[in-house]
């Protein structure tokens, strides 16, 4: 048998070298995820956080944006704007929202173009500027009007999971705010793009 020349070798290495870098788009292709996200956006001119038992609101802002990623049926909300945000007593209070929240469909209502939905995973921080401090964590109902699209959070909205917000952490805030306080949270909230 004739032992294989330089050339040999080096159009074997070429061919292999070409196929593999045929074969690698396929590969990429298989190994890609079908799911697709769809950013959405929130806007709200205002919202309110109201604490239930001294009725005093801890906040109003005329500006809380939140942006977020849908993917199979609920939002994840990653990213919040806070903007001039005031007290029942027109102080200033600083708002931070920790982590990640989901907006969730909770059902059908009675009437046709409007769903139950919810915001859960709630955490959300303020700091008001006479050293009180406090954090919110829970959850939220409304509903979601799909003419207009607008998500509405209304304490008064179905609830089936009974979800609520609790104050915790709490420091400095005279006894407007203490540990164990529920929160109500509402507010209109344009929607875009439609869910």
Not at 68 to 97: M, Q, R, W, Y
Not at 153 to 181: E, F, I, K, R
């Amino acid at each position: 048998m004739r032992r294989p020349t330089l050339r040999h070798a080096l159009t074997l290495m070429i061919a292999l070298v070409c196929g593999a870098a045929l074969m690698a788009p396929a590969a990429q292709a298989g190994a890609r995820s079908p799911a697709s996200s769809t950013p959405v956006y929130f806007g709200s001119s205002n919202m309110q956080l109201r604490v239930v038992r001294t009725g005093v609101t801890f906040a109003f802002c005329p500006s809380h944006e939140m942006q977020g990623e849908k993917l199979n049926g609920s939002t994840s909300i990653f990213a919040h704007s806070f903007i001039d945000c005031t007290t029942s007593f027109n102080l200033p209070v600083t708002l931070s929202a920790n982590g990640d929240w989901t907006q969730n469909s909770t059902g059908p209502t009675s009437d046709p173009d409007i769903d139950a939905v919810s915001i859960t995973g709630v955490s959300l921080t303020g700091v008001v500027p006479f050293g009180c401090t406090f954090t919110v964590t829970g959850g939220a109902p409304g509903t979601y009007n799909r003419l207009t699209s607008v998500m509405s959070l209304d304490p008064s909205s179905p609830n089936p999971g009974a979800m609520s917000l609790v104050a915790s952490s709490v420091s400095g805030c005279m006894g407007l705010v203490q540990t164990g306080d529920t929160f109500e949270w509402s507010g209109d909230y344009a929607v875009d793009p439609p869910l």
